[in-house]
């Protein structure tokens, strides 16, 4: 296993130069200052597999047209999604609790049952409870909860969003006539997963360049939604749609569009996105003019977001 050496600011410098990353736009020295006091070489190195290498000559290996500065852009945005990311999945939890609670409300459930059901299909959710009445906010209601009974209305303020997943699709296995909103299971996994990445500060636009593996579930009625847009391609669609990425964060958009239902959380929604669609990652656009990557996925997902935007 090869090991890699630990290397001074200026030592990264000079290694990124070596693979041919310029520094006309941020000098060398705005660049040092940026990776001491703002971020670290390991994170922003890895945007540069969006970039194209050289392929064969005497600059093979090197990287085509890729400044310093187009590395932090990326950096940049790619908190401003993240930002975006972590909100609106919040805010969509929400309207997916309301629509499930109204389901809940006019099936023949008590509201008892199936949490016993669901603490026999997932006898580890006790346990999780009982290590969130340590440090969580929840603490008070959960001790309240343990000298009464847990509830369809109640665990769910308690539940983390992959716990409540689970007791969401068990709730409709069992009360399938319930069903009067669009079923989000699967959706709802994506931006589950989608932010856990945010969260954990993991880098997103990073992963514009893989292509599609097998454990990506691509859900019909979401790839439905973005084929109702007349100005995406066939194939535009299947190539983007197949980077986890994408297919995530446009799952995000169809499910507030389908399940959000509240007028100013829509709207705010919508201004969030458009600031971030249409004014951020536009800012310094000059510097992924050369990279058809980039274009490409940017064009795909503006035009499933101006589309909602329009809705």
């Known amino acids: 296993m090869t090991e890699r050496v630990k290397l001074s600011i200026a030592q990264q410098i000079e290694h990124m130069k070596s693979k041919g990353i310029t ?44 400044d310093f500065a187009y590395l932090k852009e990326m950096a940049i945005l790619d908190m401003h999604l993240r930002h975006f990311i972590i909100k609106t999945s919040v805010d969509v939890e929400h309207a997916i609790k309301v629509a499930f609670l109204k389901d809940f409300n006019s099936s023949d459930s ?11 299909s ?26 009464e009974k847990y509830a369809v209305w ?14 969401y699709e068990l ?30 500060n993991n880098c997103i636009l990073n ?12 859900n019909k ?27 995530d964060f446009i799952t995000l958009i169809y499910v507030v569009d389908n399940a959000v239902g509240s007028a100013g959380m829509r709207e705010k929604i919508k201004e969030d996105l458009r600031e971030l669609i249409h004014v951020r990652m536009t800012k310094n656009k000059e510097y992924f003019e050369k990279n058809n990557q980039i274009k490409t996925v940017y064009a795909f997902v503006r035009k499933v977001v101006d589309n909602f935007l329009d809705s």
């Open 221 to 247: 009625k979401v790839i439905s939604y973005v084929a109702k847009n007349k100005s995406i391609g066939k194939t535009m669609r299947k190539n983007c749609m197949g980077m986890q990425a994408v297919h």
């Open 110 to 120: 008590d509201g008892y049952e199936i949490v016993e059901k669901y603490f026999e």
């Open 122 to 147: 997932y006898p580890d959710t006790k346990d999780k409870i009982l290590q969130k009445k340590k440090t969580s906010y929840c603490a008070g209601l959960i001790d309240k909860l343990e000298a």
């Open 154 to 167: 109640n665990i769910i303020e308690i539940l983390s969003f992959g716990d409540f997943i689970n007791l």
């Open 207 to 218: 992963q514009l360049t893989k292509e599609k593996t097998d454990d990506l579930h691509i």
């Open 171 to 200: 709730f409709y296995e069992e009360f399938p006539e319930a069903k009067s909103n669009i079923l989000f299971t699967y959706p709802m996994r994506s931006i589950k997963s989608l932010r856990n990445a945010a969260a954990h």
């Open 23 to 66: 520094f006309n736009i941020m000098s060398e020295s705005e660049a040092a200052d940026y990776l001491e006091n703002n971020n670290y070489y390991f994170k922003i190195k890895a945007y540069a597999k969006m970039f194209e290498k050289y392929q064969s000559g005497e600059k093979k290996g090197e990287y085509i047209n890729l």
